[in-house]
């Protein structure tokens, strides 16, 4: 129970209450002591652009007072379809529709919904399986543990999670087939072929990753060509490749 006023917050651990942030700016954060503390990880790696960014703020709360929500089953508004343009421009191109989401968790979910939509509208209603990573994080819903390989965040919840297939994590550190850069011949991609085939083609659906891994591998990414060679195996088997850039996306690399 509440001690008191100021208590009425579940707390991501019970045992400990976190210091009250009372202002921003830039990387420093302030409490509610009168602490300065920096912030050298932009929250939970997505605040880039610094806190109290003024001009975000006022263009924030411009569009608060003239639209502040529609519901997107009816309408669209000319700065969604202006956001949608500038996600576009910014990825080089190659994407001509975005689909707007709250968060990490509901991008993987919905990618994943989106990929079984496609197959159904395809004629082929049986392709539902989706392969992903051990050691990979894409959200902490339901749907998204059960395509993450995050072990400790899985372990408490595993009776709810959908039984699917996690390959070997790739990445050149501790290489899982104990091969070397040099001596590198893809086997970490080879194994979602292989998969593929045990499982049945016309039962996958699709592949899930990260580029370049968040919370789970300490951004670990897989070796040169990795996802040139994935990329061709989902393509001979019509499985979307859906890729994971919750962590990496947005200049968030440093391209
Ligand atoms: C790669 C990746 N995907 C998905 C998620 C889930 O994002 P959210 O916490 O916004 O649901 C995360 C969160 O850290 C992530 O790192």
Redesign the pocket.
């Known amino acids: 129970m509440p001690s008191n006023d100021n208590d009425h917050v579940l707390g991501f651990l019970l045992n400990k209450k976190n210091p009250a942030i009372v202002k921003s700016e830039g990387i420093y954060l302030y409490d509610d002591q009168g602490n300065r503390i920096i912030d050298a990880s932009g929250g939970?790696?997505?605040c880039s652009i610094g806190h109290g960014v003024k001009e975000i703020a006022d263009i924030v709360a411009e569009q608060m007072q003239r639209v502040a929500f529609v519901f997107r089953r009816a309408f669209i508004t000319p700065e969604l379809e202006q956001a949608a343009g500038k996600v576009c421009e910014l990825t080089g191109g190659d994407m001509d529709r975005v689909f707007f989401v709250s968060?990490?968790?509901?991008?993987?979910e919905t990618a994943v919904k989106l990929a079984r939509k496609y197959h159904i509208d395809n004629g082929n209603p049986a392709k539902f399986r989706v392969i992903s990573r051990w050691q990979?994080?894409?959200?902490?819903?339901l749907g998204?543990l059960s395509w993450s390989g995050f072990t400790s965040r899985r372990a408490d919840f595993t009776p709810y999670l959908n039984d699917f297939v996690h390959l070997p994590a790739t990445h050149c550190y501790r290489c899982w087939y104990g091969e070397s850069p040099q001596s590198c011949d893809l086997q970490c991609a080879q194994a979602l072929e292989d998969e593929i085939l045990c499982l049945g083609p016309e039962t996958v659906s699709a592949y899930i990753a990260?580029p370049v891994?968040?919370?789970s591998l300490a951004a670990a990414h897989p070796p040169d060509e990795h996802f040139t060679r994935i990329r061709e195996i989902c393509d001979k088997y019509d499985v979307l490749m859906i890729l994971?850039?919750?962590?990496?996306g947005v200049g968030r690399t440093g391209k």
């Open positions: 939970a790696i997505v968060g990490g968790s509901e991008a993987t990979s994080y894409h959200g902490a819903t998204a990260e891994s968040g919370h994971d850039e919750v962590m990496s």
